[in-house]
């Protein structure tokens, strides 16, 4: 493996560019901004953040996957038609483009990157970093998923005890999600799926309105990303517990207002003040359409939510809206 190059050397950008992720803990695909330097992949929420959300380390890379060696195959999104895995000691990323030519870019980089500084191996069947999953496993856990499906849905199952009933559809719940996740997701991030599966089933199936509450507030702190501040976490934990207050009471202006403080305490925090203030609008435009029964209403919240999201963009991008541009 070649020396690791001095941090001057790493502040030269090799590429840089928009590429949907696959999350490491809950598996939804996001689109985010990644930087491609020599040792490392830093991505972003966006464009021009200052913050990154999190670092790839090529110095750990093992080589670029292709589709058919990854082991997500039924997780894809549809529209993932040109995509890739990245290995790394320890868990294997996944990520698919919109743009064929510049996703093999992207991966001929990459594994550039990795060859040059990392600890490469194509031997893919003997390799225990992001090793596709052998078919005998791959029936194995089809069938624990099916029997964790069944008696998490199964609602005849009754224990004569209503608590033991809950437990019961929680594990089955959690059991489910563990088998279902990356073969090499980190001791970490299987506890922090394990800890969403216990709140969401928590909320499903314990009929005590405060525990509800308190376990929407565990699941938000669980989903929120690593990189939010103390701060940015109380913040949520508060508009997390009003929302959770104003669904259990049915009253919609308080499920709204919590929805409306959460985006706020995960918004970042060097957005300025018109930024916050369209995030404020679009948040509340969106608890509306949620709520309402008025299809003549959701028609005109959706139309102020997106307009907000144009309007945050701009701001972002220092344009105060007062210009003639169309």
């Known amino acids: 493996m070649a020396e690791a190059p001095t941090l001057e050397e790493t502040s030269e950008v090799l590429k840089a560019g928009y590429l949907y992720k696959?999350?490491?803990?809950?598996?939804?695909?996001?689109?985010?901004?990644?930087?491609?330097?020599?040792?490392t992949l830093n991505y972003y929420a966006k464009?021009?953040?200052?913050?990154?959300?999190?670092?790839?380390?090529?110095?750990?890379?093992?080589?670029?996957?292709?589709?058919?060696?990854?082991?997500?195959?039924?997780?894809?999104?549809?529209?993932?038609?040109?995509?890739f895995g990245v290995a790394i000691e320890g868990r294997t990323w996944y990520f698919f483009g919109e743009d064929p030519s510049d996703v093999e870019?992207?991966?001929?980089?990459?594994?550039?990157?990795?060859?040059?500084?990392?600890?490469?191996?194509?031997?893919?069947?003997?390799?225990?970093?992001?090793?596709?999953?052998?078919?005998?496993?791959?029936?194995?856990?089809?069938?624990?998923?099916?029997?964790?499906?069944?008696?998490?849905?199964?609602?005849?199952?009754?224990?004569?005890?209503?608590?033991?009933n809950a437990v019961g559809k929680v594990g089955a719940q959690v059991a489910e999600d563990?088998?279902?996740?990356?073969?090499?997701?980190?001791?970490?991030?299987?506890?922090?799926?394990?800890?969403?599966?216990v709140a969401t089933g928590i909320q499903e199936n314990v009929d005590n309105d405060a525990v509800k509450v308190a376990a929407g507030v565990a699941k938000d702190q669980l989903e929120a990303d690593d990189g939010l501040t103390v701060e940015q976490r109380l913040a949520l934990a508060g508009g997390s517990a009003l929302e959770g207050v104003g669904d259990a009471m049915d009253n919609d202006a308080i499920a709204i207002a919590g929805g409306v403080v959460k985006d706020q305490a995960t918004?970042?925090?060097?957005?300025?003040?018109?930024?916050?203030?369209?995030?404020?609008v679009g948040s509340a435009a969106g608890g509306v359409k949620d709520a309402t029964d008025s299809?003549?209403?959701?028609?005109?919240?959706?139309?102020?939510?997106?307009?907000?999201?144009?309007?945050?963009?701009?701001f972002a991008d220092?344009?105060?809206?007062?210009?003639?541009?169309?």
């Open 295 to 314: 299809e003549a209403v959701k028609v005109v919240a959706k139309a102020v939510e997106k307009g907000a999201e144009k309007a945050e963009e701009k």
């Open 47 to 83: 464009e021009g953040d200052d913050k990154e959300k999190n670092t790839i380390d090529f110095t750990k890379g093992r080589g670029i996957r292709a589709k058919k060696e990854c082991n997500i195959d039924d997780d894809w999104p549809g529209n993932a038609k040109h995509c």
């Open 105 to 164: 870019d992207w991966k001929t980089q990459i594994q550039t990157c990795i060859d040059k500084y990392g600890k490469p191996n194509t031997d893919w069947k003997n390799d225990t970093v992001g090793q596709p999953v052998n078919p005998a496993i791959k029936i194995i856990q089809a069938i624990s998923l099916k029997m964790a499906k069944m008696v998490r849905s199964n609602v005849d199952i009754d224990t004569g005890n209503e608590h033991l």
């Open 267 to 280: 918004a970042d925090p060097d957005v300025n003040v018109k930024q916050r203030a369209a995030i404020a």
């Open 318 to 326: 220092g344009n105060n809206g007062d210009d003639n541009e169309h």
């Open 22 to 39: 696959q999350g490491g803990n809950i598996r939804n695909w996001k689109k985010r901004w990644f930087i491609l330097h020599e040792t």
């Open 178 to 197: 563990q088998i279902a996740a990356d073969p090499h997701a980190t001791p970490q991030e299987r506890l922090k799926k394990a800890g969403t599966g």
